[in-house]
């Protein structure tokens, strides 16, 4: 059992998965593609792959975290309905290159919007909008400000801490989210809080 210790690992990951699991009971539909941007350790991965086998669930993230992704294949062993790692990177326009399937029923991401620029953020939100199927839906979650407001003294501080350390980084705002999704023919639909002041956002594009 040590050999698990040696699993890349977060602690928020261990702590969000069932009420995130939650959501995606309900959001999900029967026998569907996701793509997950940004899996990070791969728990996310792992975890709702196992849970939701109807589901073709497709792990993309840019860079260390394939290594992530190999690990936990050979400790765990990947169910038939993972499929991954690939190296998307959701802010260039060659990102899917490398996977069949160039547009999906679902796109989820977790605890990204923050870690890239407002100017990666846009271009992510456009890959949201132009890799999914009609009626498809984009879930993104994380802590979020609204109407200029945190939600919680503790998220204005990992603001601060990640401005000090990439002033490119920092919480998003919803509506400037939402403004630039419903440019692409995206509504939100629902919005889910969740614990540790974090929020699930769901958009869905219009049916053409
Ligand atoms: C803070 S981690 C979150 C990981 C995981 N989703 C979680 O909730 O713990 C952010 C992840 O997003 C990935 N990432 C950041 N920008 C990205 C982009 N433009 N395209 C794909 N992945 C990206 C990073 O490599 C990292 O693995």
Same mark, same amino acid.
């Given at each position: 059992?040590?050999f698990?210790l040696?699993?890349?690992h977060?602690?928020a990951?261990e702590?969000?998965q069932?009420?995130?699991?939650?959501?995606?009971e309900?959001e999900?539909g029967p026998?569907?593609?996701?793509l997950?941007?940004?899996?990070?350790t791969?728990?996310?991965?792992?975890?709702f792959?196992?849970?939701?086998?109807?589901?073709t669930?497709f792990?993309?993230?840019r860079?260390?975290?394939?290594?992530?992704?190999l690990?936990?294949s050979?400790?765990?062993g990947?169910p038939?309905?993972?499929?991954g790692?690939y190296?998307?990177?959701?802010?260039?326009?060659?990102?899917?290159h490398n996977?069949d399937?160039k547009?999906f029923?679902?796109i989820?991401t977790?605890?990204?919007?923050? +870690?890239m620029s407002?100017? /990666?953020s846009?271009?992510?939100l456009?890959?949201? *909008?132009?890799? !999914?199927?009609?009626?498809?839906? $984009?879930l993104i979650?994380g802590?979020f400000?609204?109407?200029?407001k945190?939600?919680?003294?503790?998220?204005?501080?990992f603001?601060e801490?990640l401005r000090?350390?990439?002033p490119r980084?920092? +919480?998003r705002?919803?509506? /400037?989210?939402?403004?630039?999704l419903?440019?692409k *023919?995206?509504s !939100?639909?629902r919005?889910?809080? $969740?614990?540790?002041n974090n929020q699930?956002?769901?958009?869905?594009?219009?049916e053409?």
């Amino acid at each position: 059992m040590t050999f698990n210790l040696s699993l890349p690992h977060s602690p928020a990951c261990e702590r969000n998965q069932d009420p995130i699991k939650e959501v995606l009971e309900k959001e999900l539909g029967p026998q569907q593609n996701l793509l997950e941007v940004g899996f990070g350790t791969a728990q996310h991965a792992f975890y709702f792959s196992r849970f939701f086998p109807q589901v073709t669930y497709f792990a993309g993230d840019r860079e260390q975290a394939h290594i992530n992704f190999l690990q936990r294949s050979q400790v765990l062993g990947a169910p038939d309905n993972l499929k991954g790692p690939y190296q998307i990177t959701a802010t260039d326009e060659t990102v899917l290159h490398n996977l069949d399937i160039k547009s999906f029923d679902t796109i989820y991401t977790a605890n990204t919007l923050h +870690i890239m620029s407002w100017k /990666e953020s846009l271009s992510f939100l456009k890959f949201g *909008g132009d890799h !999914l199927k009609s009626g498809g839906k $984009l879930l993104i979650y994380g802590p979020f400000v609204f109407e200029g407001k945190f939600t919680s003294e503790s998220n204005k501080s990992f603001d601060e801490s990640l401005r000090l350390s990439d002033p490119r980084m920092g +919480i998003r705002s919803f509506e /400037e989210i939402e403004e630039v999704l419903q440019r692409k *023919g995206l509504s !939100l639909i629902r919005k889910y809080d $969740l614990p540790a002041n974090n929020q699930m956002l769901v958009f869905q594009k219009e049916e053409s």
